[in-house]
């Protein structure tokens, strides 16, 4: 008896402490076409935690690893809204194709806590319309001041009000007691930064009562500076004139040197910071300045070796990484990675095929609105100039196999190739090792004939960097195109010719 009730205890253990999220629901007058996406809303990187399609009519379902219990964003038709998560929560949201998820319905397990999320982010724009701010930064101190003590004390009767009604979650109420303090210590920076050009006044420095102001909200920093990317930005808006400053009086013979390693430099310099909040702004910083698309190969090294030896916690460190991968793809020199592969007939198909041979992955979706007639006219020619000297495997990340055999055969019928299926489409193996999410689609990646990665990812056929290593690896030489004369063709539209405003999508199940 007691080994089956310890089986017991270990089992409802194992359930409580899951992290997984379950989320279903309808989306009314939706697309097939579109996706759901899941964001951690509070963490250094935004990469999606799911990709999640509709079916005709408009229904959807997945589950995704929660990385912690707090603020996450949906993703629709380019447009976001937050719903708050927890691990282990079954969760159904539902709603209409021209307000989602701007407006949604929430039931099941996180229902009360997200009810009153959503009503205290309406009373915050009812309210915000009818403050003028812009009146109150341009006043003089003590009424902006006394102003911004009005605000918080309104906006926080309204949070205790809710709370009474709604009942959420502690963790909850507290993230929205400290989300009044950071909107409202942006605003006081904000006075701080502006007010002295706004009223002619360039020798403005800000009083004691409002330092101190600043003070009482600044009272919950290590909280605030894992769970809301606003005061992060907040806190870098307050370091910006001294970090300038050590920025001028350090750069002096050191070039190439990358904003992330400046900022790092100056960081070491802070013994006032805690190194929570060192790693949370470091890694801000890396994100706006030095992880894109266009980062040469010796700083994609530099931040590597950054994450590497400044970053202390191993979350944001790995979440770092994983963005840097996404952004810029895989090492240069690095062995391609192999992954389950099927072509149409349902046999196995491994990359290392190609081997003796450089070969081009180009990774696409039915789903994607730059398919069709925006992509494939330039890969069919890329593929017809470079066919005799290199292969080309084309990777299907749709969600079913059935929805690949679609739409590789409307897609790409006549373009030379092998045609390949990811199982589990956004959730394959190949799209987990490749980095490849729903905003890099269509993406391409160039291998060399050892099975080497050659070259970054590259979202564009055109850019003169990919043709390029194209050239390099196969011996041949693209012909070039006169920028004018390409502006001049695409303006010459033939006028009785029918037009399209969007990309046509493939047929969809």
């Known amino acids: 008896m007691k080994k089956y009730l310890l089986l017991f ?103 009360k806590n997200n009810d009153f999320l959503t009503a205290s982010q309406k009373f915050l724009g009812d309210y915000g ?195 840097q991968m996404a952004i810029t793809g895989l090492k240069i020199g690095e062995a391609a990675p192999e992954a389950a592969l099927v072509k149409q007939d349902g046999k196995a198909y491994k990359l290392s095929e190609n081997k003796g041979k450089p070969y081009m992955l180009f990774f696409y979706a039915s789903w994607n609105p730059y398919i069709g007639e925006a992509t494939v006219p330039v890969l069919k020619e890329v593929v017809n100039f470079y066919k005799s000297k290199m292969n080309f495997v084309f990777v299907n990340v749709d969600d079913t196999k059935d929805q690949f055999i679609k739409t590789s055969n409307s897609l790409l019928k006549g373009i030379p190739g092998v045609n390949v299926y990811g199982e589990k489409g956004m959730e394959s193996e190949i799209a987990k090792k490749y980095g490849v999410y729903g905003f890099k689609l269509p993406c391409f990646v160039i291998v060399d004939k050892d099975g080497k990665i050659a070259s970054r990812s590259f979202v564009n056929l055109g850019e003169q960097e990919f043709v390029t290593i194209l050239d390099k690896l196969t011996g041949l030489a693209a012909p070039k195109v006169d920028p004018n004369a390409q502006m001049q063709q695409q303006l010459q539209i033939d006028p009785t010719a029918p037009q399209s405003a969007n990309p046509q999508p493939v047929p969809t199940k």
């Open 129 to 323: 319309n009818k403050i003028d701010l812009r009146q109150l930064m341009a006043g003089d101190e003590a009424a902006f001041v006394k102003g911004m003590q009005k605000v918080e004390a309104d906006i926080n009767k309204n949070v205790d009000d809710l709370a009474a009604k709604n009942n959420p979650s502690k963790a909850l109420l507290n993230w929205k007691k400290n989300d009044v303090k950071v909107t409202i210590l942006n605003l006081l920076a904000n006075y701080e930064m502006s007010h002295g050009t706004m009223a002619g006044n360039p020798s403005y420095k800000a009083s004691k009562a409002l330092t101190d102001y600043e003070a009482k909200l600044d009272n919950d920093k290590e909280a605030m500076v894992k769970t809301i990317p606003l005061y992060r930005q907040y806190l870098l808006v307050k370091m910006t004139p001294d970090f300038q400053k050590y920025a001028e009086a350090n750069s002096k013979n050191k070039t190439g040197i990358t904003t992330s390693e400046m900022f790092a430099k100056y960081l070491g310099t802070k013994k006032d910071i805690s190194q929570t909040a060192k790693d949370y702004l470091l890694a801000f910083v890396m994100a706006q300045a030095d992880i894109h698309p266009t980062t040469t190969t010796a700083n994609i090294d530099k931040i590597k070796k950054l994450i590497d030896t400044d970053i202390k916690d191993a979350t944001i460190k790995s979440d770092l990484l994983k963005m």
């Open 9 to 111: 205890i270990i089992a409802i253990f194992v359930m409580s402490c899951s992290k997984k999220v379950e989320v279903k629901g309808k989306i009314t007058g939706s697309s097939p076409l579109e996706r759901i996406e899941f964001v951690e809303a509070s963490g250094v990187g935004t990469l999606p935690l799911i990709n999640i399609g509709l079916d005709k009519d408009g229904n959807f379902s997945g589950s995704f690893e929660a990385p912690k219990d707090g603020m996450y964003v949906i993703n629709y038709a380019n447009k976001q809204n937050l719903i708050y998560l927890e691990g282990g929560q079954k969760v159904n949201i539902s709603g209409n194709a021209m307000t989602f998820p701007n407006e949604y319905v929430i039931t099941g397990d996180a229902k």
